[in-house]
């Protein structure tokens, strides 16, 4: 039986920001000005990480998110708020059970030039 994999956009988190002296706004190694600290960017490869997750092993990974603390500290609900909508919002996806959740990401290697080639 192929595992079921669960789309789970409505609660993923926002791209990570980052604060590099105001010169990129979503983290993306890619477009990082490396080579002012040194460095190159020798390799980069998107990946996708399945995993095999109950409701509640879900909620538990989701409610751990930097985003869902920001927002409680908001007063956007509390944390039993939070997770009892997340909860009544997420069964009909968890209905028949345990998802596979997508969870994409890179790997890039970072590299200094050689001695060599710095002369």
């Not at 079921?4 to 990082?32: H, K, N, T, W, Y």
């Not at 080579?35 to 996708?48: A, I, P, Q, S």
């Amino acid at each position: 039986m192929r595992p079921r994999v669960a789309s789970l956009a409505l609660c993923a988190p926002q791209p990570r920001r980052a604060v590099l002296a105001g010169l990129v706004d979503e983290l993306d190694v890619r477009e990082l000005p490396l080579d002012g600290y040194g460095l190159r960017l020798l390799d980069y490869t998107d990946v996708e990480c399945r995993l095999p997750m109950t409701l509640d092993s879900y909620l538990r990974y989701m409610l751990s998110e930097t985003n869902v603390d920001n927002a409680i500290a908001r007063g956007a609900g509390s944390a039993e708020e939070v997770r009892e909508w997340c909860r009544g919002t997420l069964e009909p996806v968890f209905a028949n059970g345990e998802v596979s959740v997508v969870i994409p990401g890179h790997i890039a290697t970072l590299g200094r030039p050689s001695p060599a080639r710095l002369s």
